[in-house]
């Protein structure tokens, strides 16, 4: 049985070897600065591009295109800088988020996808544990889906805790193994650690907050499921 075919629980403790290849703090911190390092190089790349299309005298038949292309990628910066404030950041110093603000930080990063976004999410607010593990499975959901489809995003409160779903459904809906070790609280292996860093940072987060995080594959089809406590 495969991963793709599984239910596969992994709110389990790592496997035996885990903590002689985890990284070590400083390491992981620099994983996820090069993640983030990825994700905005290439709209800042294309703001560049753009400008000196502008600034070439033999190019000013482009120059509405070069505008277009500056405007369409300043915007897609700007969603992923404010989305990564909350996702991987300490965003001020919020300890509660209103899920209309979460709303368009996470429709805010759909919008340069292929993916749409399903939110239906109907509490009062969450706390900053809570925030940050919707905010990456939002982004982990729509990884999921790389042919397009939609990711349903819920949230339940109930008996002290809130429970997160994400359900992910478009052809050839998959989570790569390195994700799939990352939620796991496992290394990467010999992967590339840009997809994997995200996963296992919304491990720890789950698990510093006292939570579980589990994840489901099938044919077209990613279900991820997190709880955390109301009160962390």
């Not at 991987?88 to 749409?116: C, I, N, Q, W």
Request: net charge negative; proline share 6%.
């Amino acid at each position: 049985m495969t991963d793709q075919d599984a239910t596969d629980p992994i709110d389990q403790a790592p496997t035996a070897d885990a903590p002689e290849s985890l990284p070590e703090p400083a390491e992981l911190a620099a994983q996820i600065a090069a993640r983030l390092c990825h994700d905005f190089i290439s709209p800042a790349s294309a703001i560049v591009s753009g400008l000196d299309l502008l600034e070439d005298p033999t190019a000013q038949d482009m120059r509405e295109d070069a505008m277009a292309l500056i405007a369409q990628s300043a915007r897609k910066l700007a969603d992923m800088l404010q989305f990564c404030r909350v996702a991987f950041g300490a965003s001020a110093s919020a300890e509660t988020f209103d899920p209309r603000e979460l709303e368009s930080l996470a429709k805010g990063v759909y919008a340069h996808v292929r993916p749409e976004l399903d939110w239906k999410v109907d509490v009062a607010s969450l706390n900053k544990a809570a925030a940050r593990i919707l905010m990456n499975l939002c982004q982990i959901g729509a990884g999921a889906l790389p042919m397009g489809g939609t990711a349903v995003v819920r949230v339940v409160e109930a008996d002290g805790r809130a429970a997160i779903t994400l359900e992910a459904t478009g052809p050839r809906a998959r989570l790569k193994p390195e994700v799939l070790r990352g939620l796991k609280g496992e290394p990467r292996g010999d992967a590339v650690g840009g997809a994997w860093v995200q996963a296992y940072y919304l491990y720890l987060i789950v698990k510093g907050a006292g939570g579980q995080l589990a994840a489901e594959v099938g044919e077209d089809r990613v279900t991820l499921a997190a709880w955390a406590p109301t009160s962390a």
